[in-house]
Structure formats: C-alpha cells, structure tokens
C-alpha cells in the first residue's frame, strides 16, 4: 500500500515537472518569440498615440533578476513633421528580483536607457509636440497602483548620453543639448531621491556652448501627493566666442529648494561670474501655481566696465578716454505679485555718479507706473566725446558702405498720438539730479516730472550756471481740457546771464575772442499738437543773443592790420523759428526761420546788418546737408573803415539753395548803394566740382558815374571832355560751365560810347580769351587827361636833370597768362584827335604782347590800314606801328586834329614808329621809325588868324588898337610831300617837295628829342610872282631868285629866319604866308 502510494506520488511528481517544464519550454519558446513584442508595441502605441516600434525581439531574464532588455526601439513623429522618428532609444534594460517578488516586494535593479535622441519642437500656437499620455481614471487601478508603488524599490536610474533637439518653428532657431547624463540614488516609497543631472548644450546661434549640471533630493509622497526639491545645487557653464570673446565664460552657481505641491520655488546662493564682473543674489517665489509672488536680490562687485565694452565695441577705447569708464557697480531688490512689480532700493554706481531710485508698475491689464529716480551728480563730456567718438566711427562705416537703394526710415513715434501713449502707459515719477555737467553747462537741482496730466511733463532747472554766467529753464507739456481733444501744448522759457565769450570752448583757427560778454534769452518756446511729428512741426521759438564790448583777434595772412584787431560796440542777433511754409524734404528736417543781426564796431569803425528768413533743411545729426527754400536776404554794411567803400551797402537776394546738391538759385538779387544799383539773377549748379554750371543776368540802370566816385570817395578823374564819365549802363548774360566762361554783353554804355558783343573763356587755371565786340561813337580823348597836365607830365629834355622815380612794376605773371584773341568793330573811333569810323581790328594778347593786327577802316573820307604792337616786359612799355593811310581829305584831317583846314588836299601817309618807355624814359626819346606823307591838289595858309568865308578881317596893330585888314588867302599847290627817318629820338628829313604856281620849296636837315635841338633849312625858289607888277619887277631882276627859311636851335623855342627878298615881305606873306608862325605851328601840334 505504502509502495502504491509512494509510487502513485512520483508519478504525480513526474507529471507536474513535465507540466512545468513544458510550461517553462513553451514560455521561453513564446518569450524569445515576436509576440511579446508586437503585444508591447500595440499596447505603447495606443497608451502614447503615437506609434512604437522594436528593431528585434525582447530579450529576457529570469534569473537571478527577471528582467528586460528592450534593444534599439522609437517613437514615431506627429505626421506634419518633417522627420520621422521623435524618439530614438539604442537600449533600455529593466530588472526584477526574483525571490523577492513571492514575498510581493518589488525590488527593481538601476534602470539603465542608453544614448536617447528625442526631438521637441515649439509650433506657431505655442506648445510642444510631445505624445499624450492618456491614463486611467479608475480609482481600484489607480489604488492597486498605489499599494505596487508602496512595495517598490529601485536601485537608481540611469540615462546615459540623451540628446535633444529643440526647435522653435517661428524663429527658426535651434538648440541641440548633447551629452545629458541622468542618475539616482536608490528608489523607496517614502524616501527622498538622490539625483544628478548633466546636460550639454551646442547651436549654430551665436556660436553658444553650454554645459549645466543640477543635483540633489527628490522627494515624492503618494500618500500626501507631494513632489518637491531639497539640497539642489545648480551649475551652468556658457561660451560664445562670437558673443563672449575667444576667452569668455559665463559660470553660475546657485542652490535651489523646489516644493512642486506648495508651489515653492527659493533660490539660494546665486553666483554668476564672467567677462571681470560678478553677481550674486537670492530670489523665492512662493505660490507659483496660483498667484505666485516672487521676492529677491541682485548685486554686483565693483567691476571695470571699460573692459566689459571693449568686447562687444569693434574698436578698443582709446587710451585718453582714462577718466571714464573706471569702475562700476549695482544693486537692486525686487517684489513681484501678479498685481505689481515694485524694483526698491536701486543702487547704480558708475564712475561718481550714483543713482539711486525706485520703481513700480501696477495692474498689468491697465498699467500705473510710477518711479523716482536721483543721482548726485552726471559729467557729461568725456562721455559725449565717446559717443562722438562712435557717431565718427558708424558715418565712416557707412561712407565706405555702396547703398544701391536708399530706403527711409520712418521714427517709430512720429506718427504715434500721444495721448493714447499716456493711456497705454501711464505712469507718474520724477528723474531728479543734483549736478549735470555739460559743456561747460553747470546745472543744479535738474528736475523732470512725467505724469497721465494735465501737466504731461515738466522739466526745470532752477539753478544753473554755464561758465561764469546763471542758467535757468522751464518747459510744461500739457493737455487742455478747454481745446482740442488729445491735443498738447508746450511752453517753455528759459536764459543764460552773460557769460565771458573767451571761456567759450569755440576754437577757430586764426580768431580768438580775447574780452566780452555775452546774454542768451529764450523768450519763447511753444508749441501744440496730437503726436510728436505735429509737436516737432508745430515748434516756435524766439532766441536772442546780445553782447557788448567785445575784443577779438583775426590771425589771417591776407588780412590788413587795422582789422586784426576787432572791438565790437555791441551785437544782437535774433533767430525766430515757425513752422514751414513749403511741404517738407523727404528723409530732411525744417524749420522757418526769421533770422535778425546787427553789429557795431569801433575798431575798425563798421557797421553790419542783415536779416534773413526762409525755410531751412537738414539731415539730422549732420551739417553737410542743408537747404533753403523761399528765402530772403537782406545785408547791408558800412563805416568809415570799410574798405573800398564809404557809403551804406545792401544786399538784396532771395532764393533757393542746397548744400549737399551744391546749388544756388537766386531769382533775382540787388547790389544798392545810394542811387546805385546792380541787380541780376543767377543759376548756380554743382558748386565747386569740376562740371560746376552758372548761369545768369547781370544788370546795370543808367547809373551817373558821380555816385560812383562819391561812393569810393574818389576824385572824378580830370578829362579833356567835363561831362566825360558822366554815366555808365550794362545789360549781359554770363553762363559758367565747368571751365568755360562765357559773358555776351547785351549792352553797355559809358556817356554816349556803346558796345556790344561776346567773351568767352576756356580754361580757369591757363585761360584762353576769345571776343567779337561791337561798339560805336568811341572817343577816348573825352577821357584823356588835359592839355595842361599833358604838357606837365612831359620829362624835361635838354640840361633840366630829371629826378628819378620807381621804375614800373607790372604783374608780369598775370600778364604772361592772359591769352586772348578776338575781333573788335566800331563805327566812330577817335583816340589822340585822330578820327576814324567803320574801324575793325583783329587783337591778340600773349605772352604780355596786345599785338593789334588787320586794322581797316574810313579815315577822312579815305581809309586807313594797318598794325599796332603795345608790350609789357621788365618794367618797359614797347610800341611799334605799322599804319598807312589812302586817299583822305587833309583839309578834314587838320580841322579835327588842329581845329583849322590849314591844309587842304588829297593825302597819303604811313607811319611805321617804334618806341620804348618806363618811368624815367620818355617814350618820345626812344622814337624811331620812318614817316611818309604826300599831299596833292591842295592848298595851305598857316596864318595866325583863321578864314573861312569873310575877305576882311580885325586884327590889332602894334598901338593895340583894331583894324580891319585884307584876309590872307590859301596858297594852292600841286603836290607837297615828305619822308623823315628816325632812331633813337633823333629824326632826319630824307625828302621834302611843295610845289606851288608861284614856288618849288625842298627840305633838309633835322631835329632830335632828347637833345631838345633842332636844325631845318627850306629853299625856296620864286617862279613867279603873283600879280603884274611884281610880274614886271621880275623881268627886271632875274638873279633874285629864291628865298631861305631857317629853325634852329632849340626844339621847344626854335629861333625862325627868312632871308632873301625881305623888302617884299607882303608878297612873301601872301605866299608863303607867315613863315615863323608857320613852324610855331608845326612844334606845338606835333612835338
């Protein structure tokens, strides 16, 4: 029985070991099967929505720990993303013990997920792209849950090298932290864990690399549903070599208490350092669910903030800037609640200043603000040469910069209405500073007050000084509730006391103000409108400037010395601004302008006064663009030390111009003095380019010239004519195009001369002159001087010594220059009683030589021809002519030469003469040349008392009493002609005939200048004698046959003789008639 039994057990026994190990073989054949796979992936994908997929099989273990390695597996993406996997895991192994699990403990080995990749990325609503986790809300589960919690202990978790990759769809920008190490201390229900985590942070943005590591406890409570942080330290480590430097680092520490169920969040013993500056501070943040509040502190050792700049600037600070920039320094606490942000005790320290202030904005949905910040004391211009400093450096980057398209820049507040800015952001608070220092400004209790209104804003200093003098501002920006909806107005005044203006940080090279004072006033200052464009537009101001009793200094070359030294009486100048009259420049801003000034000075004695008004342009931040439009100028000076000029001088002008176009338009303009008026208009295009265009009319009235004289306080310059220079006219066109001038002349007219034509000019730096010039009834002996002080300026020749003078010196360079070629007309010419008309001339000007060539013209009823040659070299004038005359009236010739026709005939003669003189030469002594003249059919009377018409004439006998005497009458010959050669002065008669019906006469001999000497012997010889008495007388005498005439001696005061037949002195008169008067006649009208 027993045997059976025994028996029957291990067949029992055999049976339940087969049962088991077929139970254990079909387990493991269905574990290393697919099939707890595809159930583990159905199961994740439907718990995640998102799809689970295992590259191989589960791989488990049964002992001594029952676990899972999972091998490579990933979560799919949500379908509108561009890649396909967001999570990808190379491993993750889970483990269990197993003895402990008969006992219903749960102790779970570290669980281990190696190398994760999981991609987030940020969509244009805002949230993530992470899978939901939906879990079930059955209480018996969640309680079954809870009781596997209390049984569950695991070793640690482990992540090993997780990646993730963060993109922010909107922005574009990307952020991969590499390298995440995750690890725990043991899992117990009840008790905190043991953490630390590791992550690296590497993006393309600004080249940042980051590494951070946070640790300390976790502590989770099921029973109490509390999760919170203790003892957590945080680390973080940043660099950026495009944003930090080659050598930035940025390190951080801090410790962090972190209660996930209260809402707690308290960070202690915050430390961050880098780039030479360090912060610490503290900050907790309570109710962070709800209504969180947040209460901290931040600080900062002192630290050189010049260093700082110098990385981010792109040039270094130079080394003179060793007075700023030294030291710095902060500090601030901070309360923050979802009803108000209050910033308190706000410590800025830089350099000397200290600020100090505090802050608070109230009601996010309807903001308050309100603030009060002081500091002690601001120097403002070591920092405004850095700024300057900058400004220089961004124009040179932007000279050098090629802007195909010039975009503007419309200022984001200047269509912005104001008012609405006051309701989006109201705010009350006062900037105070106990001392601003500026430029010379020295302002005291600076206060600047901003609240929702009435009064907007106020500003005021109260006590102020620039210099040596006060200074004093106010301005009020405020709404009225009786106008204009939304509508502000501006007011404002202030003055500067007069102050030294040689403590002026002016500097101009060759002036320097040496005493004098000067008062500013701001009269006025107001203004209204809706936004700030409208307040900016709508500006008035009045400013006024007056000093009085001012020495200054002019330093320049060129200036005279009565004007180096200027004292000025007083001076006023006013600028009073208004809106614009003319739609606005694009990309430029304008005011109206009204511009008074007036100056008195007594050294030199002269006085000035101008005013201008127009619209004025420019480009902010920059004088090289300026622009007027409509503008007026009216300017006038005058003095007794005015140079040139002793009357009154206004300038009349109105216009446009620019400076950056470098055109000026003035429509029309007037130059006046007394009756003196120049008026004109001008075009002026491209100023001081090479292409530079001008254009323009120049005009002059009938003007008499005694204005003129009276207006330089010149003496009229004595003439032979009284009424010469008695009034003067111009009308001309002048056009400048680069270097080309060219000047048509319209009209011109000087007392009864016109003329007319065209000059033209290539070239300003080497000149060519090219004219055609018109002119008529041209006398220039009108404007030579008289006779009287002709003869006075004659050298004296022959013993009188001659006391010398300065010699000559003529602008030889300027004259070298001048290259000039034209053609010259006029129909009546008259120069040195020589008449002409249908006069023309071809004229040259080089190399200091005015060569006058191809003259042509009517001369007395004949016509003249020929060449003249004036030069200018080594103090010396040179002439030489070369001018023949044909077929003119001697008669006409000698009455407008002489007065009388005491020749008659028809006449030739050429004159080809050469001469030299300077300022102790007279050029009459250096004459030379050849002179031919041959008079045929004509008669000659050189009698003393000139007859026309009349047979009888008075004449006084030697008692002085008057009687009637016979008229002499011309003698008629048939040919009278002559040669005379010269050299030196010194002349030689060659040939001399006169041929009459009663005589033949021939000539020898000569007369020198220099020497004052002369020496003529004419022979007469008697053909006949002129009635039947002396016919018969000279059949009886036939050997008296001739007469002698005799000049010698001196050639001013000649001694005259006749000899031969001296008892017929009547007829000799009547034939030849007066010989003595005769070559009195010759010396005076010829030599």
């Known amino acids: 029985m027993l045997f059976r039994v025994k028996k029957i057990f291990w067949i029992i026994f055999l049976l339940f070991d087969l049962c088991l190990l077929s139970a254990i073989v079909g387990g493991i054949y269905y574990a290393e099967s697919d099939g707890p796979r595809r159930e583990l992936e159905v199961y994740l994908s439907d718990l995640s929505g998102r799809k689970f997929d295992f590259e191989e099989n589960l791989d488990f273990v049964f002992f001594p720990w029952l676990g899972i390695n999972t091998g490579p597996f990933s979560v799919s993406s949500a379908p509108s993303e561009e890649?396909?996997?967001?999570?990808?895991?190379?491993?993750?192994?889970?483990?269990?013990?197993?003895?402990?699990?008969?006992?219903?403990?749960?102790?779970?080995?570290?669980?281990?997920?190696?190398?994760?990749?999981?991609?987030?990325?940020?969509?244009?609503?805002?949230?993530?792209?992470?899978?939901?986790?939906?879990?079930?809300?059955?209480?018996?589960?969640?309680?079954?849950?809870?009781?596997?919690?209390?049984?569950?202990?695991?070793?640690?978790?482990?992540?090993?090298?997780?990646?993730?990759?963060?993109?922010?769809?909107?922005?574009?920008?990307?952020?991969?932290?590499?390298?995440?190490?995750?690890?725990?201390?043991?899992?117990?229900?009840?008790?905190?864990i043991a953490f630390d985590i590791t992550a690296i942070l590497d993006t393309d943005f600004l080249a940042v690399k980051a590494s951070s590591n946070v640790k300390g406890l976790l502590h989770l409570s099921l029973e109490e549903k509390t999760v919170s942080l203790s003892d957590t330290s945080c680390s973080l480590r940043v660099e950026s070599e495009e944003l930090l430097g080659a050598d930035g680092v940025i390190e951080g520490i801090a410790g962090l208490d972190f209660d996930l169920t209260e809402g707690t969040v308290d960070v202690k013993g915050l430390v961050v350092q880098g780039l030479g500056v360090r912060f610490s501070g503290a900050a907790v943040c309570k109710n962070i669910y709800d209504s969180p509040d947040l209460t901290g502190s931040l600080k900062s050792t002192k630290f050189d903030p010049k260093s700082l700049l110098s990385r981010f600037l792109p040039k270094i600070i130079p080394p003179e800037f060793d007075k700023i920039l030294?030291?710095?320094?902060?500090?601030?606490?901070?309360?923050?609640?979802?009803?108000?942000?209050?910033?308190?005790?706000?410590?800025?320290?830089?350099?000397?200043?200290?600020?100090?202030?505090?802050?608070?904005?109230?009601?996010?949905?309807?903001?308050?603000?309100?603030?009060?910040?002081?500091?002690?004391?601001?120097?403002?211009?070591?920092?405004?040469?850095?700024?300057?400093?900058?400004?220089?450096?961004?124009?040179?980057?932007?000279?050098?910069?090629?802007?195909?398209?010039?975009?503007?820049?419309?200022?984001p507040l200047k269509d912005l209405v104001i008012a609405d800015l006051v309701r989006r952001i109201p705010c009350n608070g006062k900037i105070e500073i106990g001392k601003l220092v500026f430029d010379g400004l020295h302002m005291d209790n600076c206060r600047l007050a901003i609240s929702p209104g009435p009064k907007v804003a106020s500003i005021s200093i109260e006590n102020g000084a620039y210099l040596d003098g006060k200074f004093l501002i106010k301005a009020d920006l405020v709404f009225d509730t009786t106008k204009e909806k939304d509508t502000l107005y501006l007011m404002g005044a202030g003055s500067i006391s007069p102050v030294s203006l040689s403590r002026i940080p002016l500097k101009i090279d060759g002036f320097k103000i040496r005493s004098g004072k000067a008062e500013f006033m701001l009269g006025k200052l107001i203004s209204s409108g809706k936004t700030l464009g409208e307040l900016v537009r709508n500006i008035k101001s009045d400013i006024s400037i007056e000093s009085k009793s001012v020495i200054a200094s002019l330093n320049y070359k060129d200036v005279p010395d009565q004007f180096r030294e200027l004292h000025v009486n007083s001076l006023h100048l006013g600028i009073k601004s208004v809106s614009l009259t003319v739609p606005v420049i694009e990309g430029m801003a304008g005011r109206n302008l009204k511009v008074n000034v007036s100056c008195a000075l007594a050294n030199p004695g002269v006085s000035v006064k101008g005013n201008f008004s127009g619209n004025v342009f420019a480009v902010r931040r920059s004088i090289r663009d300026v622009s007027l439009k409509n503008s007026k100028l009216v300017f006038s000076i005058e003095g007794k030390d005015v140079p040139l000029i002793k009357s009154k001088i206004a300038l009349t002008c109105s216009g446009d111009a620019s400076l950056k176009q470098q055109s000026i338009k003035l429509n029309n303009f007037v130059l006046s003095s007394g009756k003196i008026k120049i008026t004109g208009d001008l075009i002026a295009k491209r100023i001081g380019s090479e292409t530079a265009t001008v254009q323009g009319r120049l005009q002059v009235p009938q003007t008499n010239l005694a204005h003129v004289f009276k207006l330089f306080e010149i003496k009229k310059p004595a003439t032979q004519d009284p009424a010469a220079f008695s009034s003067f006219a111009l009308d001309s066109i002048f056009n400048v195009n680069g270097e080309n001038l060219n000047l048509r002349i319209n009209s011109c007219k000087l007392d009864d001369s016109t003329a007319k034509g065209t000059i033209e000019l290539a070239g300003f730096k080497t000149p060519v002159i090219s004219f055609v010039l018109d002119a008529d009834d041209v006398d220039v002996d009108k404007f030579l001087p008289p006779e009287d002080e002709k003869g006075s300026a004659k050298s004296v020749s022959g013993g009188g010594e001659i006391q010398k003078v300065l010699e000559w010196e003529f602008p030889e360079t300027f004259l070298d220059s001048i290259n000039a070629s034209g053609k010259v007309t006029c129909d009546s010419f008259r120069i040195y009683d020589f008449a002409g008309n249908k006069i023309s001339a071809n004229i040259t000007m080089r190399g200091s030589v005015i060569d006058i060539n191809n003259i042509k013209g009517g001369f007395h009823e004949g016509n003249v021809a020929g060449k003249l040659s004036l030069g200018f070299k080594n103090s010396t004038v040179v002439l030489d002519t070369d001018i023949e005359a044909r077929g003119f009236q001697a008669g006409h010739f000698f009455e407008d030469y002489i007065g009388n026709r005491y020749v008659t005939g028809l006449a030739d003669a050429s004159v080809k003469l050469s001469g030299r003189s300077t300022a102790n030469i007279d050029f009459i002594n250096t004459l030379g040349g050849h002179f031919a003249a041959k008079i045929v059919d004509g008669t000659y009377l050189f009698s003393s008392v000139p007859v026309k018409d009349s047979a009888a004439v008075k004449v006084k006998t030697a008692q002085n009493k008057?009687?009637?005497?016979?008229?002499?009458?011309?003698?008629?010959?048939?040919?009278?002609?002559?040669?005379?050669?010269?050299?030196?002065?010194?002349?030689?008669?060659?040939?001399?005939?006169?041929?009459?019906?009663?005589?033949?006469?021939?000539?020898?001999?000569?007369?020198?200048?220099?020497?004052?000497?002369?020496?003529?012997?004419?022979?007469?010889?008697?053909?006949?004698?002129?009635?039947?008495?002396?016919?018969?007388?000279?059949?009886?005498?036939?050997?008296?046959?001739?007469?002698?005439?005799?000049?010698?001696?001196?050639?001013?005061?000649?001694?005259?003789?006749?000899?031969?037949?001296?008892?017929?002195?009547?007829?000799l008169k009547d034939v030849l008639g007066v010989p003595e008067e005769s070559f009195k006649f010759f010396r005076s009208y010829i030599f």
């Open 83 to 192: 890649y396909p996997h967001q999570l990808i895991v190379k491993n993750a192994d889970f483990r269990v013990k197993l003895l402990p699990l008969l006992r219903g403990v749960f102790e779970v080995d570290t669980i281990i997920v190696d190398s994760p990749l999981l991609r987030v990325d940020r969509g244009k609503d805002g949230l993530l792209n992470l899978p939901i986790l939906e879990q079930s809300s059955d209480d018996s589960k969640n309680d079954g849950f809870e009781r596997f919690l209390s049984h569950l202990s695991v070793r640690g978790v482990s992540v090993q090298n997780a990646t993730c990759i963060y993109r922010d769809v909107v922005s574009k920008n990307e952020f991969v932290f590499s390298g995440i190490d995750v690890r725990t201390g043991s899992v117990r229900a009840e008790q905190p």
């Open 962 to 1067: 008057v009687k009637e005497a016979k008229a002499p009458k011309p003698t008629v010959f048939s040919i009278m002609e002559g040669t005379i050669d010269g050299d030196g002065g010194s002349f030689a008669i060659k040939k001399f005939l006169l041929k009459t019906a009663y005589l033949t006469a021939r000539g020898r001999g000569g007369f020198n200048i220099p020497e004052d000497s002369i020496d003529i012997h004419i022979d007469a010889d008697i053909i006949q004698l002129p009635n039947l008495y002396l016919k018969l007388v000279n059949s009886l005498f036939d050997a008296m046959s001739g007469v002698n005439v005799t000049a010698t001696g001196k050639l001013t005061d000649p001694d005259v003789h006749v000899r031969g037949m001296q008892r017929w002195g009547d007829v």
């Open 326 to 411: 030294n030291s710095a320094s902060f500090s601030v606490s901070l309360h923050s609640t979802m009803q108000k942000t209050e910033v308190v005790d706000l410590k800025l320290a830089l350099d000397d200043t200290l600020l100090r202030g505090e802050f608070s904005l109230q009601d996010y949905d309807n903001p308050w603000a309100e603030f009060n910040l002081r500091a002690d004391s601001i120097v403002l211009d070591s920092y405004a040469k850095l700024f300057a400093l900058r400004r220089v450096s961004l124009q040179n980057q932007n000279g050098t910069q090629e802007n195909k398209f010039q975009v503007k820049k419309e200022h």
